[in-house]
């Protein structure tokens, strides 16, 4: 199947400091990407829509100016944490859906960020 | 609005068969995924279903009736690898994916 690399996968920063995190898809071009966070215990909550070249689509409550994201190729997306806060630590996972379009997500790994 | 519900935890017994229901509400439809989520890990996918009846995949099967809104999940021959977090979700008519919380399946020996 389709494989997404997200990279890194554990990163710990200090409070005020910016994180990026990178998610690839290695074996097809992703004409979306979808960003993710997931707190302990819960479901995947959806931050964001991305479509290559396009500004991303940000869900309700997401502010767009704190996860900066950029999806600058049908390969690569990034996410950004700006002046990350200790409530920022989370599991963000990013998936991608291919230009076949069946509707099938497939998954990065996951990047657990911990700001102290 | 739009909604998805599935049994929050469920325990099962290894070697047996157990049955994760979903029920959902969304606008419009465009098909039902089951994913599977060990502890720290990122989701999997396990089945798609867009059409109603049964999808069967090895030890695991999943059911749609679009009509009543609900899916299910079933896995016969239970391990204990099992044991994850199921997440149900549906897709919308703007092929956005409506995910319920998850329903934590603990597997005893």
């Known amino acids: 199947g389709a494989v997404v690399s997200q990279h890194p996968s554990w990163v710990i920063c200090k409070s005020g400091t910016s994180v990026k995190i990178e998610c690839r898809s290695l074996d097809f071009q992703a004409t979306t990407m979808f960003w993710y966070r997931q707190f302990p215990k819960q479901s995947l909550m959806l931050m964001a829509t991305?479509?290559?070249?396009?500004?991303?689509?940000?869900e309700q409550g997401v502010e767009k100016d704190k996860f900066l994201i950029n999806h600058a190729s049908l390969t690569l997306s990034t996410l950004t944490v700006t002046s990350a806060h200790p409530e920022d630590s989370s599991f963000y996972i990013c998936s991608a859906r291919g230009a076949w379009d069946t509707g099938e997500l497939f998954f990065g790994e996951g990047s657990r960020l911990t700001v102290l | 609005g739009q909604n998805i519900d599935q049994p929050t935890e469920m325990t099962a017994t290894e070697g047996a068969i157990v049955q994760i229901n979903c029920t959902y509400q969304?606008?419009?439809?465009?098909?039902l995924f089951w994913y599977q989520q060990h502890a720290g890990e990122a989701p999997t996918f396990l089945s798609y279903n867009v059409l109603d009846g049964l999808e069967e995949k090895g030890r695991f099967s999943s059911f749609l009736s679009r009509s009543k809104g609900y899916s299910y999940l079933l896995l016969k021959e239970l391990q204990m690898k099992d044991s994850a977090s199921y997440l149900c979700?549906?897709?919308?008519?703007?092929?956005?994916?409506?995910w319920g919380a998850g329903t934590k399946l603990i597997i005893k020996p």
């Open positions: 991305s479509n290559e070249g396009s500004k991303a689509t940000y």
């Open positions: 979700a549906a897709m919308d008519s703007n092929y956005q994916l409506i």
């Open positions: 969304t606008s419009g439809f465009n098909g």
